[in-house]
């Protein structure tokens, strides 16, 4: 009797051991469950987002960028990084419309003595000559005489059409029938005394041989001097080339001679610069 009764207790207390132990379990089990639950649908959220920005994107593989859309925006960020720096040097060259250029080259080949003219630049960047201009000149082989008259036409002209003097005025361009660029003792005296009134001018030579020179003076400040590389930008549209109307404005401008002009620039000495025809035309680069 007594065995069988600390049997039956045995057996009761097994009985709520079994029952508490399962009431521990249920718990534990849930919160497991609750756990990996939210850990799912969190991870499905976020895939979710991941998907939405990649579409946005147009980055259709969910979880990883593919190879290819790495490849498209590195190829974006390196011609983001292209056009920054092209920009840059832009703004440090002298840059020629394919026309202006086609017309300069074209002059140039056109008799065997130096020819000279006018740069005309672009309304929003001075550094890019849209068009050349010749001036009534008496052209030797290694020197040009601008005849003053016309020149006082050309800049009223150019004034009458609207088109500011820094347009028109600044750039000097001329011709070589050699092989070399460089300027000479003529080129140098004529640009230091011709062009000395304006707060900046620039000297441009093409010679025969393909060679190019170009230097940017200034007045602002100290003053000073700076190289400019020559390009020519075939990424803008452009007219196409026009040889009856260059050789018409060549023909009707240049006269020849086949002896250098001793003494002579290519603008009348007696003034020893533009002042004579700036004044009245307003502008920074005024003299009065």
């Known amino acids: 009797m007594a065995v069988a009764g600390v049997a039956a207790t045995f ?54 960028v593919p190879a290819a859309s790495k490849a498209r925006m590195m190829k974006m960020r390196n011609h983001n990084t292209y056009l920054r720096r092209r920009r840059a040097r832009q703004s440090q060259q002298l840059r020629f419309a394919p026309y202006a ?56 002209e150019q004034v009458d059409r609207g088109i500011a003097p820094e347009r028109f005025a600044r750039i000097w361009i001329h011709t070589h029938p050699g092989s070399s660029a460089e ?9 230091k005394r011709s062009f ?17 020179y170009a230097r940017l003076a200034f007045r602002t400040g100290p003053g000073g001097a700076l190289m400019l590389p020559v390009s020519v930008e075939y990424q803008l549209p452009f007219a196409a080339s026009d040889h009856d109307a260059w050789t018409a404005e060549y023909e009707r401008c240049v006269t020849l ?26 502008g920074p680069w005024s003299q009065e």
């Open 101 to 156: 250029w086609a017309k300069l080259v074209f002059l140039r080949d056109l008799g065997p003595t130096e020819v000279g003219g006018f740069g005309i630049s672009a309304a929003d960047d001075l550094l890019l000559v849209e068009d050349v201009r010749l001036v009534k000149q008496t052209c030797g082989p290694v020197s040009v005489s601008f005849d003053d008259s016309a020149v006082a036409d050309f800049f009223d």
């Open 11 to 64: 057996a009761a207390t097994a009985h709520v051991a079994a029952v508490h132990a399962d009431k521990r379990a249920v718990p534990a089990a849930a919160v497991h469950a609750l756990a990996a639950t939210r850990t799912t649908a969190l991870a499905a959220s976020r895939r979710a987002g991941i998907a939405e920005t990649a579409t946005a994107l147009g980055v259709l593989q969910i979880g990883s």
């Open 257 to 282: 001679i086949d002896r250098p002009l001793v003494g002579a620039g290519p603008f009348n000495e007696d003034y020893g610069m533009f002042e004579h025809l700036f004044r009245g035309l307003g």
């Open 196 to 212: 000395s009134g304006p707060d900046w001018a620039l000297m441009c030579i093409l010679a025969r041989s393909g060679r190019n």
């Open 183 to 191: 300027p000479s003792q003529t080129d140098e005296r004529t640009f």
